[in-house]
């Protein structure tokens, strides 16, 4: 692994040059590990004029890509952005770019003071930029990943779900996904039941799931630092109520548009319209949520946003999340939420890595 990580950082020093500096430093920890194979707490990544260099608070905990020295710091409470700002600047560095996104304030003024004559630009979002488009492994790891959280969720389907609370269904099925070999959930679990069920971000609570609830789950897990997304949405203990059958049909339909307007060069807002205009048809715009799917990977929500006012297009290779949902106070409602692949259509078009039935079950 350790030329694909040289090659990101190769990426990242061409476009750090054709922005007229001479290297970068890259503070935000997802970004780091991203270049650099590993990111210890606090650690950040030099892009030096003679080297790069992997500078930590101290002996790092995890392992980097082995052709990156570390440069660990030898005083406790010592700042590991400021160090290797000294270190460009003694590497006869003029001008570097930082990610003026996450430092912040007195980082950067002391930074300066450290290193008053190395000329700091702003990096913007390049890092998150390179991230977008994921090489086969990275989406190896998705896809692993997503198999977890289908092993999760399918047990938890077959146990016993009435009297049980929201938040004890969300413990458990952190836990199973830790069984099951996950580094951990990728966001905190939400389980929604009755009347907070389609609600987005909902938090559990001690509600206990009743006969007749919708219940809707929302869970990820993380595997090798990669982060999918799925969620369902189901009937507790009885067949369906007529308008729970509708509402669910209607939220299905925009899924399915969402997920077939994926593709190589389809517009950020087109995808997020083939979703929403059916609910919108249907007289729901004013419970729609801002955006209908959003890009993952070593976080759980990068770019690229699928929402009405996104700018660009979508590349291959590109995972995503398509999770139209309609919550209606005091009733309760319907997200269904996958995490796909963009492919061309010559390879079979998107390819769907959480393969949870999404038939509207009565558990």
Not at 26 to 52: F, H, I, M, T
Not at 55 to 69: I, K, T
Not at 105 to 118: C, D, E, F, N, Q
Not at 163 to 192: K, N, Q, S, W, Y
Request: glycine fraction near 12%; charge should be negative; proline fraction near 5%.
């Amino acid at each position: 692994m350790s030329e694909v990580y040289a090659a990101r950082r190769a990426r990242l020093r061409e476009r750090c040059h054709a922005g007229g500096s001479a290297g970068a430093l890259v503070s935000r920890a997802a970004n780091v590990r991203y270049l650099a194979g590993a990111a210890p707490q606090g650690a950040v990544l030099l892009l030096g004029k003679r080297e790069d260099l992997l500078v930590c608070a101290g002996p790092e905990g995890s392992r980097p890509d082995g052709a990156l020295r570390v440069h660990a710091l030898s005083a406790p409470g010592g700042d590991p952005a400021v160090a290797a700002a000294d270190l460009a600047a003694a590497q006869g560095t003029e001008s570097l770019a930082v990610e003026e996104h996450h430092l912040t304030v007195t980082r950067h003024r002391a930074i300066g003071s450290v290193a008053p004559r190395l000329r700091l630009a702003d990096l913007g979002g390049a890092v998150e930029q390179l991230r977008v488009v994921k090489d086969e492994e990275e989406i190896a790891c998705l896809r692993i990943a997503a198999e977890i959280a289908d092993q999760a969720l399918g047990e938890l389907l077959e146990s016993i779900l009435v009297g049980r609370t929201e938040r004890h269904l969300a413990l458990e099925l952190e836990r199973r996904l830790v069984d099951h070999g996950a580094d951990g959930p990728a966001f905190a679990t939400a389980v929604a039941t009755g009347p907070h069920s389609g609600r987005r971000g909902h938090r559990p609570t001690d509600r206990r799931v009743e006969e007749g609830d919708f219940l809707s789950v929302c869970l990820g897990a993380v595997y090798r630092g990669y982060r999918c997304e799925i969620g369902r949405t189901f009937v507790i203990g009885t067949s369906p109520a007529d308008w729970q059958i509708e509402l669910y049909d209607l939220v299905f339909a925009a899924q399915r548009a969402g997920r077939e307007a994926l593709a190589p060069g389809a517009a950020y807002r087109d995808v997020d319209r083939a979703a929403r205009q059916v609910l919108d048809s249907a007289g729901y715009v004013d419970r729609l949520s801002e955006l209908s799917g959003h890009g993952v990977g070593l976080e759980i929500e990068e770019e690229p946003q699928l929402a009405p006012a996104a700018m660009g297009k979508l590349d291959a290779c590109v995972p995503v999340t398509v999770e139209p949902g309609v919550h209606l106070p005091g009733r309760g409602g319907v997200r269904i939420d996958d995490t796909l692949v963009v492919r061309p259509e010559a390879d079979g078009g998107p390819e769907l890595l959480t393969i949870t039935t999404k038939e509207l079950l009565a558990l």
